[in-house]
């Protein structure tokens, strides 16, 4: 587990530079920042954004790395897509 502040609470395993498995970040009042993959060093699958108030901000999709797909909330609905 990697404890810092840009990774507060992370779930990483470090291989000579290559980062691997589940990552969170959270704010100072605790409440999560964010959430997401990685798999060789490179975001995959869904990563999530949270406002400081605990609600989603914006669903991002990655794959290999590369942004694929973006949503975007406000007030608990979607904005773009």
Do not use: H
């Not at 406002?51 to 590369?66: A, I």
Request: aromatic letters at 12%.
């Amino acid at each position: 587990m990697i404890s810092s502040p840009s990774f507060p609470r992370s779930y990483l395993r470090l291989t000579r530079s290559t980062i691997l498995g589940r990552a969170e970040g959270f704010y100072d009042n605790g409440q999560k920042k964010w959430e997401g993959n990685y798999k060789d060093g490179k975001l995959i699958g869904v990563g999530i954004r949270y406002n400081k108030d605990g609600t989603e901000d914006r669903r991002e999709t990655y794959k290999d790395g590369e942004l694929v797909d973006l949503t975007t909330f406000k007030d608990g609905k979607v904005v773009k897509d």
